[in-house]
């Protein structure tokens, strides 16, 4: 009767556990999925062709075939997958271009990345090329640590790894570049 109690016990005790252990791989399976947050976007849009104006003037125009919103998530952003085409206008209606592979822009900071092919046309014929630029819009600045190669309306080039630049163009600093220049404005 002993043993009998003992095997009862025990086969009691073998249940409970191997139920515990399946109602813990149940609850386990539950929260992974809870914890797995589907990261998609807030909004989609195809042949985006978007015009930033002030006081009535157009200032930019940015086209691009997919643009990508991920505006609710704690570091909030726009993807441009399939790459950008920017004519930016000056005071005068000059425009310049930036054209590039891929870019994202990040709500919070201001920073635009801009990466693949990426190529700054000035209204003056001066020509910007790296594989990756980053824009700080607070600040209206440009750099990169990538390989650069600039060209002057003259045919006179600067190349390096790493440049940053104002957005006219009138400010380079250069970590290690190398070039030809044929005037000095």
Known sequence: MKKQLQNNALGFWVLFVMGTLFSCESNFKDVQRINTATFAPTGEADSVNLKYTDSGKIKAILRSPKLLD??????????FPKGVYVTLYDEKGQQSHVVSDYAITYAKTDIIDLQGNVKITSHDGKVLETQQLYYDQKNEWFFTEKHFKYTDAAGGYLEGPGVDFSKDFKVFNMQNSQGQVTKID
């Open 70 to 79: 991920y505006s609710n998530i704690k570091y909030p952003f726009t993807e």
